[in-house]
């Protein structure tokens, strides 16, 4: 068995790596740190691994040697660190934003200070498999993904892919969020007084979800608008964006069964009648799986790219699992077998 | 007293009338219809009107003269009897979207179908006092305003009023709504097991309220994007717009400021801190209040434009209450007065 | 007008009595304090009242002589500065829990120390009209309600007044209540993450608020037992009681009458059709309304008496403005009239 | 492989059926029938199953010959066609109320009308593991549970199998609910806009699932009280019980924990701090654990004792492919492996 460690596991997203590592078949999870949980079981934190697991959160000084290392740490610690952690494993998945730029200058420019450990960046692969699966069958370093540009990217890939975009024209993409992406500490607006039944646009401009976006297909004349709505678990983006003018149905479907084809993850949601005809991300809680779809407006030559994915899953630790069995040369789906629910 | 009565009160929108009516202070409900539940009392329909009235529902054919009629009647029904109704009041309000387009070429265009009524549309005002007040007061007969069209409407008024928009450059328009849009009988996709935590985009293109957008302002390159989300009461729009070049922070600041002073139900959010920095539709529920708001990104020219309602009351039964108000030389705030709840 | 003030006005109950206050029509809210938002506007904190007032939060001592004062601080802080506040204002209303138990022994007991100022217990009245008309028209003092206390009180009202329990027998008493409960500071499973979707068993045994009851009606064998739901505002209590073997239906609808008569904001809830057949708390946010009704069991001789409030009106803002009402002789509706809302 | 089928697959039971028996690694799924969606694929009406199953709905007269057959169609329809099913199968587990009660007579009492097949009521067992586990591993036939009677009657094993109750006192119990039990087609009770944030009592006295508990137990001065509270998933028991003079905490543990260790999916959930303390409903969505707690108040005598699963898993589904697992001879936790999500 592989052995498998989280550092900074009372989180949300250490808490999905634990479920996803303690059921999977070639993985044994070893240890989990935490520094305000040390000496608790992991079930005290995340009640659903309750007889599952009789793990009980380490000290992070106390974390031994594994075989991979997923780092679920606030943005900023890991690229303090890095060099003690890949002292420890062979492999690291860091799931914080700290090696998701492959740009020093990039990183300074959209998160507001340089880069701790800039020799680091080239090293990291960008975590999501269905930009760059063949690089992270070959890395040591995954970098785990953002979950709102996991979302626009999945939106916009079959559309890139295929080369169907008009270049020069602006691209307007929305993402709602569920209240799980602002983490297990939250803040004020967090509070379920406030957030309940919210409909609120946080980021208009500027997201730092942007630069993965950019980075990942060169499309900079894009605006990232956020907000938060009432769900906990799942993001949806939709993609506004001009088509080149020789685009038409069926060229789009060609796009989209490539890339659906291409990738065991990436479900296709287009159907003509009853409640499901578009993603949703509610019915995509705890599952990997990344639906998209579109629809096309030939008179004005715009399309809606629509992707649904589950944050703390494609957004996060379920793409982090899919590199690291990427990484192994394992078969990238294992582990990963939850359809997630209906109803829900 | 004037007397007032509603066509089809059994709905969101005619129990909503009703709300407003019985707390009028110049205005007494004196009917209320409802093929189905004739016989019952309003209460028992609209359970929050329990010891405020006696009144029942009566059947269509009982109703009786009266100063001011509210039509809230499903689509297409209004159309097909208006010379009756007409000839009950001297005053018609119709909250359908049957007299909200002036043009009979306009309508067939987005309904499908010709106007059986097509004489009586320019007798029609459309009822939204932030864009005809004028109007209002000297007509007898307006027309109800459609929910997305006007928070869309509204999150562009001052950017139209101004004339700070670019002309040609593409406007999308993302409004989020809740289940109350669907009305009291809804479908299998409104049931809350399938419609709890959902985002469900459910019309990229095409949208009825488009035309009332275009109608409008003449701005017709233009996408009006449905999302539902999980919320009763409430209708956000986000507009992605290109400005003019010569366009800063103060002209938008003073566009907005002129907007609100224009208005007494407009209200400007933006905030740069705490909780509540933009507009929300949440704690607008119950209140005839349309809070807008602005992000500026200068490095693009674009604007985010923001506009948050209750879609039914500033998007239905509000508007058409103030309409009323102005149609009759009262006080246009009259009745209107409840501000919302914090939490909520 | 009368010029009233509160103390401690950033947190929901605050809020409220804010709302409350700026639209009753013989009151004029003079003064808010709060510490942690002083020279903050009142609608930066509670964005509900924008456009409704201009006030700004001020420091405690800044808190100058009024009419009447509310004082909203957290437990324990009233006690420990009343003669203060009694220097400053004619009438004090006090939301906490602090002078809600007439007896300092019951207070020690139940609050686990002793009471800082035991002299004043008896100069208050407990703060619920449908208990202590009467006495409230004589007091200058009030205490405002518990809502979990009040639910449970409201619920056992008809039956206490017309002597139908049966002594002896356990009474079993659960309430179910929204997130608003907890504040607007909240813990961390107040996070939306953690409270959306919850059905959390709280506390079995031993809430506070049973000394309420039992103060009220000197019914000791009683469990009252809190669960958390899906809701921001609202409580609902439903108790199981052995009604005297003499007790029939129709002498259930007698007490139940004759409480609604007595009570401006009591209503019967008991439909044989419909959706709304029982009292439910979520069409009465915002409203001061108490809904009950029950349901009896002849073979077993047991009945379930049920109320719902809105927590923070009946549950305490609206009933502080009720009890405000008869300590002036004013008309005790006054500026309570808002009717709450469907749907919702 | 064993061969298993559905019958009546596009319900919210049979979707889950389909979830758990298409990733069961002993079982295959041959067929599954719906009359309104035959021809469909499965994934049409049940999203999550996208990608994962190529199966259409067949019409009913097309159900082939297979090992197991689950009938999961609207109650009283089992009853009226059981021989021509069991004429498909060796063996059968029907979802529905048809054959819960193993006396006629009582379901004759509790349904309100004669049972069609009377014959057959003795041939089926109660298909709760946790009370008839030998019985289930000899049977070819077993009834599936009531989801309220389950959360009610595991809430009260401990105390029972330990002897703790004390007799003829009144137990009473509450279940508050999710959405997701009223099916599929729901009523008009079940649109969001009317049951979002409900705390809706709509069962005091005499709900069906009280007669699987009297059988259960033969517990029968007691009160079954349903609740709908805001969640989709989901049901929690509270069972307020007077316990024999001679129980203290101690004896309370030790049954408990008896309880658990006899039960492959009953976790003890009693923590001290943190905020996850007792049962909740919400993180065991889409797994077949039924968490249990108490409380205990020396001082009367009473225990608050709780139960929380998944309406549609242990209350359902997960009890039905539990019980064909102990039937066909197999581990009884085969392919019922999902632990729950936290967040959720």
Redesign the interface.
């Known amino acids: 068995m592989i052995r498998a460690a989280i550092v900074g596991g009372s989180g949300?997203t250490g808490?999905?790596l634990a479920?996803l590592l303690?059921?999977h078949p070639e993985v044994e999870l070893a240890q989990v740190t935490s520094r305000a949980n040390q000496g608790?079981y992991l079930y005290?934190?995340?009640?659903?691994?309750?007889?599952?697991s009789e793990l009980k959160f380490v000290a992070p000084d106390q974390m031994e040697r594994c075989d991979v290392l997923f780092l679920a740490l606030p943005h900023g610690e890991a690229q303090r660190a890095i060099g003690h952690w890949a002292g420890l494993a062979e492999y690291i998945v860091d799931l914080s934003a700290d090696f998701r730029l492959a740009d020093a200058g990039l990183y300074a420019q959209w998160y507001g200070k340089s880069h701790a450990a800039p020799e680091w960046l080239e090293r990291f692969v960008y975590g999501l498999p269905e930009l760059n699966r063949s690089q992270l069958a070959g890395t040591k370093y995954a970098a785990g993904v953002g979950c709102n540009a996991t979302a626009a990217i999945l939106a916009l890939l079959p559309l890139v892919a295929a080369d169907l975009i008009e270049p020069g024209?602006?691209i307007?993409v929305?993402v709602?969020v569920?209240?799980?992406e602002?983490g297990?500490s939250?803040n004020?607006?967090?509070?379920?007084?406030?957030?309940?039944?919210?409909?609120?646009?946080?980021s208009?401009?500027?997201h730092r979800h942007t630069a993965e976006v950019i980075q990942a297909f060169g499309l900079d004349?894009l605006?990232l608008?956020m907000?938060a709505?009432?769900?906990?678990?799942?993001a949806?983006a939709?993609a506004?964006v001009?088509l080149r003018t020789s685009v038409d149905q069926k060229a789009l479907w060609r796009a989209y069964r490539q890339t659906a084809v291409e990738n065991p993850f990436i479900?296709i949601?287009k159907?003509g009648r009853?409640?499901?005809?578009?993603p949703?991300?509610?019915?995509l809680?705890?599952?990997n799986?990344a639906?998209i779809g579109f629809?096309f407006?030939p008179a004005?030559g715009?399309a809606?790219a629509?992707c649904?994915i589950d944050n703390l899953m494609k957004g996060a630790a379920g793409s982090a699992v899919q590199a690291m069995n990427l990484m192994l040369g394992l078969d990238e789906a294992l582990g990963l077998?939850?359809?997630?629910?209906?109803?829900?």
């Open positions: 949300y808490g999905e479920r303690l059921g608790s005290q934190v995340h009640p659903n691994l309750r007889r599952r024209e602006r307007i929305e709602k569920g209240s799980s602002a297990a939250g004020s607006g967090s509070l379920h007084a406030e957030r309940s039944g919210v409909v609120r646009t946080f208009a401009f500027g004349n605006s608008t907000s709505v009432d769900l906990v678990r799942g949806l939709t506004h001009k479900r949601v159907e009853g409640i499901h005809r578009a949703e991300p509610k019915i809680a705890g599952s799986y639906d629809e407006d004005s715009y809606l629509i649904a077998d939850f359809p997630g629910l209906h109803p829900i």
